[in-house]
């Protein structure tokens, strides 16, 4: 009898570095490759001092990631080209308790490496604003294969936001609608609670980029209260709206999943032939 296939971990490599250190990772490899690239979006990146410099690159030799200073070792140039270069993009913001994370996932050759930083915010009137970001950065290599359960490590630690993909009724109503007229301020319980007071916030997008094609571009919007996972759209035209419609646990990774799909039949389409 032949025993059961030992399935591959969600997460191939983790290592955490400075922002210092991802900064000159990023900026020598992009030098190496001939890159007009900065580090991912969302992530700090500020000129550095000499004596900042020479600690990030000693950080580096420490992690094995730089032979010298000026220097990447060859197959960490490789994975951060991969993020730098990505056909498909994955972008994650999240606030949960007082710390939101950007997390950026770049997609390329069935693998996939993402770059996740905290950062400390309060909740102001009906927005959140970013007071600090940790100076630490964690970086990890996976398979695209795992692309849900890499990024669902990196989301709120809820149920309803890190459960497996599961599709929403199509014909569901939305819980709350709020015209461009509506003042969040006023408005009554259960709809106060939900748009003033959430637990968490989650929004993803997905990039699609193609050489001499413009960007393909989807974005989705949740909210938890209560353990309760809650989409959030908008509708423009004569008369906007804002509607936030209850969704099973699940309904995130389904979204995520779907677009990525999506990604890659727009690439085949267009005949690039850099994502397998």
């Known amino acids: 009898m032949t025993a059961p296939a030992t399935p591959r971990p969600i997460v191939l490599r983790r290592v ?18 001939g890159l007009a690239t900065a580090p991912a979006e969302g992530i700090r990146s500020t000129p550095l001092t000499e004596e900042a410099a020479a600690a990030g690159w000693a950080e580096l030799n420490e992690l094995g990631m730089s032979p010298a200073a000026g220097e990447v070792a060859r197959q960490w140039a490789g994975a951060v080209a991969l993020l730098l270069t990505a056909p498909i993009t994955v972008t994650a913001r999240a606030t949960y308790n007082g710390v939101s994370t950007t997390s950026v996932l770049g997609l390329r050759a069935g693998r996939g490496l993402a770059c996740h930083q905290r950062h400390l915010s309060e909740r102001r009137g009906q927005g959140t604003v970013i007071t600090g970001s940790e100076d630490s950065l964690e970086i990890t290599l996976f398979d695209e294969e795992n692309v849900w359960g890499a990024t669902a490590r990196l989301l709120p630690p809820l149920d309803v936001v890190r459960a497996a993909a599961h599709a929403a009724p199509m014909d569901a109503e939305p819980a709350v609608v709020l015209g461009a007229g509506t003042g969040p301020a006023t408005l009554a319980e259960p709809a106060a609670s939900l748009v003033n007071d959430e637990d968490a916030n989650i929004t993803l997008s997905v990039v699609t980029a193609a050489q001499g094609h413009p960007n393909r571009v989807w974005a989705g919007m949740w909210s938890v209260k209560d353990d309760h996972l809650y989409s959030v759209a908008t509708r423009g035209g004569d008369n906007p709206e804002l509607r936030l419609t209850e969704v099973p646990a699940g309904h995130i990774a389904n979204e995520l999943l779907f677009a990525v799909v999506g990604a890659h039949d727009a690439l085949a389409s267009l005949g690039t032939g850099n994502t397998q």
Do not use: I, P
């Open 16 to 33: 955490q570095l400075s922002t210092a250190a991802w900064q000159l990772l990023c900026e020598a490899t992009s030098a190496t490759l």
